[in-house]
């Protein structure tokens, strides 16, 4: 495994010069495989280092199984993916208990079999085919780090991440997630289509004996110590002002809420975007290079941070306006009233 240059813990400039100089070996391994989509791979790096999931969503053949895996392997994490579908059983993604014979003593008892959610890249492909039921048993793991079976708990390995994926069309037999689901999700990510070139690339590289591999170039242990460092990243007191005022003037319960957004949403973020947005925000910070959070790492993110913990009216929705109209219109307001004040 390529190791990134060795630092003293101690040092602050320096574990995050070893984060930047790591992430970037990691964008040059998924670039072997995967062609463009450079700003989704920046987005699950961010995830990553905040210790955060991600719902993609976009188009079948985007690439968006092939990324995670990649990621996963340039990584040097354990992998596992998960195909939803209507017949999947919260059992076959925890595991289920099983009965077995001692061969010594001749007597049965039984046996916890773990399912594939004890690894620390968890894809779930498509989670939006599969029944409430079932996506609930991912609640646990997403929140906890652990998963509850027969009364006894077990802790999954750290790091541990999922990245689920769905298909924006085809939705007949198919059960969106709630909200309260949606809302464990650090990120929203849309999956676009790519450029002309980068379309044409793919095409020659599918269509011909192109065959590259992927190195590992860091270690879970590596991504442990780099959240950390994400997390004494400092937060100036404007820009924590500039989050709560935006993310407050999108719910419509809250006293400061901007009248069109009382017209527009019916339902905003809570708490947890608002944290969710600051700790996105360290990670791209550091991502970039830069010691401390600013105004523009928070702009960068908001859409995917809150575009899932936004419902919109019935007349916003009739109007043609979609979530992301509103988080942008959130964010052009916010920085109006910042450009006031400075």
């Known amino acids: 495994m390529v190791q990134p240059p060795p630092i003293e813990p101690s040092s602050d400039a320096a574990a995050t010069t070893r984060l930047v100089h790591a992430c970037n070996q990691v964008r040059q391994q998924v670039a072997r495989i995967v062609v463009g989509q450079d700003e989704v791979i920046e987005q699950l790096l961010i995830a990553i280092l905040a210790r955060g999931h991600c719902l993609l969503e976009g188009v079948p053949g985007l690439a968006k199984t092939l990324m995670i895996r990649t990621l996963a392997e340039s990584m040097e994490l354990s992998f596992r993916r998960i195909q939803f579908t209507p017949d999947l059983m919260p059992g076959d993604i925890t ?84 909200e309260a689901q949606r809302d464990r999700f650090l990120f929203h990510v849309v999956v676009g289509y790519p450029s002309r070139d980068e379309e044409s690339e793919i ?24 959240q950390n460092t994400v997390r004494n990243v400092p937060l100036p007191p404007h820009v924590k002002d500039w989050v709560l005022d935006a993310v407050r003037t999108v719910r419509p319960q809250d ?11 019916q339902w905003g973020p809570g708490p947890r975007a608002s944290q969710q947005l600051v700790l996105a925000s360290k990670a791209r910070a550091l ?44 964010i052009r307001e916010a920085s109006k009233k910042t450009t006031k004040v400075l």
């Open 203 to 226: 095409v020659d590289r599918t269509t011909s004996t192109f065959k590259s591999t992927v190195e590992p170039v860091i270690s879970g242990e590596d991504i442990v110590q780099f």
């Open 287 to 330: 991502l970039h290079g830069r010691p401390s959070v600013s105004i523009e790492d928070v702009q960068a993110l908001a859409l995917p941070v809150l575009r899932h913990r936004v419902v919109p009216t019935f007349a916003a929705e009739a109007d043609g306006i979609t979530v992301d109209d509103l988080i942008l219109r959130m």
């Open 95 to 178: 595991g289920t208990e099983i009965i077995q014979e001692d061969p010594a003593t001749g007597r049965r008892e039984f046996k916890f079999e773990r399912g594939p959610i004890f690894t620390q890249m968890l894809l779930a492909d498509e989670i939006n085919r599969t029944p409430p039921k079932t996506q609930a048993a991912l609640l646990e793991a997403m929140q906890e780090h652990e998963v509850t079976a027969a009364g006894t708990t077990y802790r999954l390995n750290e790091p541990f991440f999922v990245l689920a994926t769905q298909n924006p069309i085809e939705q007949e037999g198919t059960y969106p997630l709630p």
């Open 255 to 265: 006293e400061n809420c901007a009248m069109w957004a009382k017209e527009l949403i």
